[in-house]
């Protein structure tokens, strides 16, 4: 009964999995503990936002111009595919690669995108609470993450593309913890990148790109993490951007 508190039985008392001996004890923390309090109560709303967000999207799929790159391919292969797309060459924004037909956009929409842009609406319009942890302490939010998600995750620099790291926080999705980073510019727009675990380590799917409401997602799948790049500054400068975060977790 004197175990302390942790981030771990405030997200069981969301998702109903908390032990009933123990609901009381945490109940009586968060009534005396105001911010984590105000954890649950977000938490909460995502997941109402996420039940709500879950009817098939009716919003513009669009397949990017971008290539990722297949680890399991002989030189051979790649070199064929390449010339097949008029001998394109590097990964930049100029094919298109469908994703494996398993995958669809419809899934990657349910488990990815919309929480994504859900947590992008709750948390953007934020002014003294936008993240759980600020940039001032990187090295331990980007830990702390990575051992939540059970990967290594990292917090991509955007500087050329005028926006700066605010910082992250954790958060709830349907079958695990999620990764948030937050990220500003100078005159105040937002993005967000979310990462969660994939279904399967070794899924990879297309960069892909997913319009609705005047919000614009960049989402893909590799080497066992989904990512979606969320932002309302126009999809152009968002791609850049996206590409920008592809390149430095990819390489």
């Known amino acids: 009964m004197n175990q302390p508190v942790t981030e771990q039985d405030l997200h069981a008392l969301v998702d109903g999995l ?43 799929w669009t397949p990017a111009r971008r290539k990722i790159p297949s680890r399991g391919w002989s030189a051979a292969a790649a070199m064929a595919a390449l010339t097949l797309l008029g001998g394109v060459a590097g990964w930049q924004l100029n094919s298109y690669f469908q994703p494996p037909a398993a995958v669809t956009a419809a899934d990657l929409s349910q488990r990815l995108v919309q929480p994504a842009r859900v947590s992008h609406r709750v948390y953007t319009p934020e002014i003294l609470h936008p993240v759980e942890v600020r940039r001032e302490q990187q090295q331990h939010l980007v830990g702390w993450l990575s051992k939540r998600l059970g990967k290594p995750v990292k917090a991509p620099e955007l500087a050329a593309q005028g926006f700066a790291l605010i910082g992250g926080r954790l958060l709830p999705s349907t079958d695990g913890p999620a990764a948030q980073f ?51 500054i126009g999809p152009d400068a968002l791609m850049e951007s996206a590409n920008q975060v592809y390149r430095q977790l990819t390489f």
């Open 18 to 60: 908390l032990p009933p001996d123990r609901i009381d004890t945490v109940n009586a923390w968060l009534a005396s503990h105001p911010e984590d309090a105000a954890k649950v109560a977000d938490y909460r709303q995502i997941n109402r936002e996420l039940q709500n967000a879950y009817p098939t999207p009716t919003g513009d």
């Open 182 to 232: 937050m990220y500003e510019n100078s005159v105040g727009q937002r993005l967000t990148l979310y990462v969660r675990q994939a279904d399967d380590n070794k899924e990879q799917t297309a960069f892909r790109r997913y319009s609705a409401d005047g919000l614009s997602s960049f989402y893909w799948v590799d080497n066992g993490l989904g990512y979606a790049l969320t932002g309302d």
